[in-house]
């Protein structure tokens, strides 16, 4: 597995919120702080409505249609899928929809203080589910790579893992293969966009 270089330690210290760091970065350590915060809350409202949608809708999956979409899965990634995977009756659904939500609901709790306003996460995760013509790196990548990167930036921050492992956490995994890369420059610059449009989002409802 390859080295990540452009994560410097000494840089990666300025992420974390502790005395004697300057207004500036007091204030990006707070800000990468509330994007992986805002990453884990919205993943998990828009599986909720996810799930609610599917509860509702009149289309059902034969279960032809779920060989098929298994088959191909398999084909295509190295996870294992079968036809049971797509398909769901209406309870399913609709408990997953309730339970997932709770889960967003208790993170929501867990999270809040100063700058995570529960009210405004919860017109914030609106906006951004209703919204389909912005954050479009982030809504179809906030419940995969994106949701590991918040995880190890608040590890880091939290002082629960150290640099290298941090390092190790910021990889792409390859659905061909299973292979573990270092995440390009291109892809993260991607990733950095994504959480400043979010964090951007976020305050302007704070306004």
Same mark, same amino acid.
């Given at each position: ?92 659904? !609709? ?8 889960? *967003? #609901? +208790? =993170? ?83 990733? !950095? ?8 989002? *976020? #305050? +302007? =409802?704070?306004?």
């Amino acid at each position: 597995m390859g080295k990540i270089s452009y994560f410097k330690e000494e840089t990666l210290c300025h992420l974390k919120p502790h005395q004697g760091l300057s207004e500036r970065y007091q204030r990006r350590a707070l800000d990468v702080t509330l994007a992986c915060k805002l990453t884990h809350v919205y993943g998990k409202y828009h599986l909720a409505m996810l799930h609610r949608e599917l509860a509702f809708s009149e289309e059902r999956t034969t279960y032809q249609q779920a060989e098929r979409s298994a088959d191909i899965m398999n084909q295509i990634t190295i996870f294992h899928s079968s036809p049971s995977d797509f398909l769901h009756t209406k309870d399913e659904s !609709i408990d997953d929809s309730i339970d997932t939500y709770l889960e *967003y #609901k +208790k =993170l929501v709790e867990e999270y809040a203080d100063e700058q995570f306003v529960p009210s405004i996460v919860k017109e914030f995760c609106k906006m951004v589910y209703e919204d389909d013509d912005h954050f479009i790196f982030f809504k179809p990548f906030c419940n995969l790579y994106f949701s590991v990167y918040a995880d190890a930036l608040l590890w880091y921050q939290q002082g629960k893992i150290d640099y290298k492992t941090f390092c190790q956490e910021f990889q792409e995994l390859s659905w061909m293969d299973g292979k573990r890369t270092p995440l390009n420059g291109r892809k993260l610059r991607m990733y !950095i966009m994504s959480m400043r449009e979010v964090v951007e989002a *976020y #305050k +302007k =409802l704070q306004c």
